[in-house]
């Protein structure tokens, strides 16, 4: 999936209607902060070696549907993939660029 960039008009015309409906509120901006940090401490924890959510979630020290939570979306938008399994749990590897580029073709 390719995302097609803006134009600059219709980044202004983005901003214009975001202002009129008074922009984003602090309480969003927190959330969409926490979501990214969070993903980027497990996409740094997996780049050493593939791990199952409850070791994520300790690692992490958060709660472990917290961990499958931001495990799930990263598997959707192809950040992370099963690798195997490890007793009952699968094991979540991160997804090297060229293989999303590969699987998008």
């Known amino acids: 999936m390719t995302m097609k960039t803006l134009t ?3 980044k202004q015309a983005l901003a214009t209607l975001r202002s009129s409906l008074g922009g ?19 996409q740094k924890f997996l780049e050493a ?4 959510v409850p070791q994520i979630a300790a690692a992490l020290q958060m709660p472990t549907d917290e961990a ?6 990263m598997r959707k ?3 992370v993939a ?5 007793g009952d749990y699968p094991l979540y590897a ?7 580029v590969a699987a998008a073709q």
């Open 8 to 10: 600059p008009e219709q």
């Open 94 to 100: 991160l997804v090297v660029q060229e293989d999303r």
């Open 49 to 52: 070696h593939p791990a199952t």
């Open 82 to 86: 099963e690798s195997g399994e490890e």
């Open 24 to 42: 984003i509120s602090e309480q969003k901006r927190q959330a969409q902060k926490r979501l990214v940090t969070a993903r980027k401490a497990i």
């Open 68 to 73: 499958l939570w931001h495990v799930t979306g």
């Open 77 to 79: 938008y192809g950040k």
